[in-house]
């Protein structure tokens, strides 16, 4: 069984930083790639960055200059650094781990959420 911890959302205002924080425990297989998704009101899910164990990165357009992931050590802990923050950022934040299964397949997991609020 794999669980995600997050850390790091708040109220912010426009133009500052938050980090995010998201550390997975259990029995995660190489080849595996965690993430951070989010999520405004009335608006369907979407994907903010995302890191594979080997660290290749992907960013959504909205987001590429502003925010950074990156996991140390290609440890089973990612951070988001968001800087330059925008009103149209405030979200839900959800940390996402998907890892391999020994007799095929991907386990998926996500995070409880961290709000994100930024004000103008």
């Known amino acids: 069984q794999v669980q995600l911890v997050e850390s790091g959302g708040g109220l912010v205002q426009a133009g500052g930083s938050l980090r995010l924080s998201c550390a997975a425990s259990?029995?995660?297989?190489?080849?595996?790639?965690m993430g951070w998704y989010r999520q405004a009101p009335g608006e369907q899910r979407e994907l903010v960055a995302v890191?594979?164990?080997?660290?290749?990165?992907n960013y959504a357009d909205s987001v590429k200059g502003r925010f950074t992931i990156s996991r140390p050590n290609a440890k089973n802990t990612v951070y988001l650094q968001m800087n330059s923050l925008k009103p149209e950022d405030t979200a839900v934040y959800y940390c996402?781990?998907?890892?391999?299964?020994?007799?095929?397949?991907?386990?998926?997991?996500w995070g409880q959420g961290t709000l994100v609020t930024v004000s103008e």
């Open positions: 890191i594979t164990s080997g660290g290749s990165t």
């Open positions: 259990g029995i995660i297989f190489s080849g595996n790639a």
């Open positions: 996402n781990i998907k890892t391999p299964r020994p007799y095929g397949g991907y386990l998926e997991v």
